[in-house]
């Protein structure tokens, strides 16, 4: 009799699981494939001459409870305004004041999406790529929204992610997946496919255009400030790429950033030399041995269907390179995950997250990166 009770209990705990668990993975459709060597960034993560590895130290929390996952941050230096994107479907204008507390958050107007990119427009109007209602919005100094563009090619936006504004006017943007909306977007990682494009949009002409296509969730994306290229970060494959929109290598592309420590979001340009990249986690070692075996993310999949997300993102935060994309700042710290902007304004450093109700600000001047031996 002793016997049977440990014999029961571990078929109960053990076989019916497995057996459980093997039928859910031949039942389940979802079929995730090898991501291409080529593609992949295979080196050694990409070394910062400055970090700051606490970054959390010194920070200060904006719009606490207002502002709700904001996930980009766009500035109007005219204005002084961060205009940003919350998960209720609200962008809201953040005035910028010398002292956080006096940093007023105003509802500014309801898409009611999900806005994520954000750039402000020629005329003061703010250019949104909201992601669940597929569309990229002109939202005008006045709050009223109009619908410029919807698709390209006969192929609906899924996941409208970034968005910038060249100087003569065109609109860049990206559509991470036109497979996967936004809160599953998990999935389009874990399946390996890239549904990713890249687009402009002429306000004149009022075409759409699909600049590169099969990509892998194209992310973040900025307008060079000599106006020759386009930066567009590819999350999964931790790189940035250069399209050039100018002169003799126009249509062409080019790594810009590859290697990097941590999985990129949205890029922007400070004005003063560097590029700020935001990034949900570092790599880890548990996605580096998923994106080599398809199994892995099968069996990820099923879990996240099923199971739920699990958290396994780290030292998130922002980095900074220079306009040949050399390595220059690393903030970052154990305990941020899921940072989607980072921006410099001032002294500050702003930082946008799909995950807190408020808005980070860091003084660099006063807590700093710093060399690192
Ligand atoms: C910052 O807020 C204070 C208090 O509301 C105000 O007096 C000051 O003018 C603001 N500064 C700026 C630059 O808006
Ligand atoms: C957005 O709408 C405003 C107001 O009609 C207009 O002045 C502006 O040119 C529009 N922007 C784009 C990019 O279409």
Same mark, same amino acid.
């Given at each position: 009799?002793p ?6 209990s571990?078929?109960?705990?053990v076989?019916? =699981?497995? !057996?459980?668990?093997? #039928? #859910?993975?031949?039942?389940?459709s979802? %079929?995730?494939?090898t991501?291409p ?7 050694p993560?990409?070394?910062f001459p400055?970090?700051n590895?606490h970054m ?12 709700? &996952? =904001?996930?980009?941050?766009a500035?109007?230096p005219?204005?002084?305004v961060?205009?940003t994107?919350c998960v209720?479907g ?5 005035k ?8 007023t958050?105003? %509802?500014w ?6 806005p994520?990119?954000l ?7 703010v250019?949104?790529? %909201?992601?669940?209602k597929g569309l ?5 100094s ?5 619908v #410029?563009?919807?698709?390209?090619e006969? #192929?609906?936006?899924?996941?409208a %992610?970034a ?6 006017g065109i ?5 991470a ?6 809160d ?9 496919r890239?549904?990713?494009?890249l ?22 994306v900025v307008?060079? =400030?000599?106006?020759? &290229?386009?930066i567009?970060c590819?999350?999964?494959l931790?790189?940035c790429?250069?399209y050039y929109?100018r002169?003799e290598r126009?249509?062409?592309?080019d790594?810009f950033?590859?290697?990097l ?5 949205n890029?922007?340009y400070?004005?003063?030399? @560097?590029?700020?990249i935001?990034?949900?986690s ?14 892995i993310?099968? !069996?990820m999949?099923i879990?996240v269907?099923y199971?739920?997300?699990? @958290? ?14 050399? =390595?220059v700042? @690393? ?13 410099k304004?001032?002294? @500050?450093l702003?930082?946008?997250?799909v995950k ?12 700093p990166?710093?060399? &690192?031996?």
């Amino acid at each position: 009799m002793p016997n049977s009770i440990p014999l029961s209990s571990l078929f109960i705990s053990v076989l019916i =699981p497995v !057996i459980l668990a093997t #039928l #859910l993975y031949q039942l389940d459709s979802f %079929d995730p494939v090898t991501y291409p060597t080529h593609v992949l960034s295979t080196e050694p993560p990409m070394v910062f001459p400055k970090r700051n590895s606490h970054m959390l130290h010194g920070s200060e929390k904006i719009g606490v409870d207002r502002l709700l &996952s =904001p996930e980009d941050v766009a500035y109007d230096p005219n204005l002084g305004v961060i205009y940003t994107g919350c998960v209720d479907g609200w962008l809201r204008k953040v005035k910028v004041n010398e002292s956080a507390a006096d940093m007023t958050v105003e %509802d500014w107007v309801f898409t009611g999406g999900r806005p994520l990119g954000l750039a402000v427009g020629r005329h003061g109007e703010v250019i949104v790529a %909201d992601a669940n209602k597929g569309l990229l919005l002109n939202v005008t100094s006045e709050g009223e929204i109009k619908v #410029l563009t919807e698709e390209a090619e006969g #192929l609906k936006f899924k996941l409208a %992610d970034a968005v910038d504004v060249a100087e003569d006017g065109i609109i860049y943007f990206s559509d991470a997946s036109y497979k996967y909306k936004f809160d599953e977007f998990m999935f389009d990682f874990l399946e390996g496919r890239p549904y990713g494009r890249l687009f402009s949009y002429d306000p004149s002409s009022k075409q759409t255009k699909t600049l590169l296509s099969d990509l892998y969730f194209a992310n973040g994306v900025v307008v060079s =400030p000599d106006q020759n &290229s386009v930066i567009f970060c590819e999350t999964p494959l931790r790189k940035c790429k250069t399209y050039y929109i100018r002169g003799e290598r126009k249509g062409s592309v080019d790594i810009f950033v590859e290697n990097l420590p941590g999985f990129p979001d949205n890029i922007r340009y400070d004005g003063e030399g @560097h590029y700020w990249i935001a990034f949900a986690s570092e790599k880890t070692y548990a996605w580096d041995l998923a994106q080599r075996y398809p199994i892995i993310r099968k !069996i990820m999949g099923i879990i996240v269907k099923y199971v739920g997300t699990p @958290h396994v993102e780290k030292n998130g935060g922002v980095l900074s390179v220079d306009l040949q994309g050399n =390595p220059v700042e @690393h903030y970052y710290d154990g305990d941020l995950t899921m940072v989607s902007s980072g921006m410099k304004i001032g002294d @500050h450093l702003y930082c946008g997250s799909v995950k807190t109700p408020y808005m980070l600000r860091l003084n660099l001047k006063q807590y700093p990166a710093v060399q &690192s031996s």
